[in-house]
């Protein structure tokens, strides 16, 4: 089993940057792929972006493609999200999430997740 914690939500003005970070305990986490989820009030859990079992592919959604960048630390056993260029429409809880499945869009296709961690973004 997988236990994920993610960290480094806040809020910030638009145009803004975070990182987010999601560490793993339990097992390693290159031996998944790992997603980015978010969840704003009212609306159903989406697919943000996800990294490879090797760190070499990445994905991501049309609405944060070139803003956001995904990336792994085997040493540190996380995955990072660095969002850049920030807008009030990625405000939301993220989560992030492992996989057997590279890549997988849908939130059923993954099978632990993380508590999430809440981004504001004022505009």
């Known amino acids: 089993q997988v236990q994920l914690v993610e960290s480094g939500g806040g809020l910030v003005q638009a145009g803004g940057s975070l990182s987010l970070s999601c560490a793993a305990s339990?097992?390693?986490?290159?031996?998944?792929?790992v997603g980015w989820f978010r969840q704003a009030p009212g609306k159903q859990r989406e697919f943000v972006s996800a990294?490879?079992?090797?760190?070499?592919?990445?994905h991501y959604s049309d609405s944060v493609k070139g803003r956001f960048t995904i990336s792994g630390d085997n040493a540190k056993n996380t995955v990072s999200l660095q969002m850049n260029t920030l807008r009030a429409e990625d405000t939301g809880v993220y989560y992030c999430?492992?996989?057997?499945?590279?890549?997988?869009?849908?939130?059923?296709?993954?099978?632990?997740w993380g508590q999430g961690t809440q981004v504001t973004v004022s505009s």
């Open positions: 999430a492992t996989t057997n499945i590279f890549p997988a869009l849908r939130a059923q296709g993954y099978n632990y």
């Open positions: 339990g097992r390693t986490l290159s031996n998944y792929a």
């Open positions: 990294i490879s079992w090797n760190g070499f592919d990445t």
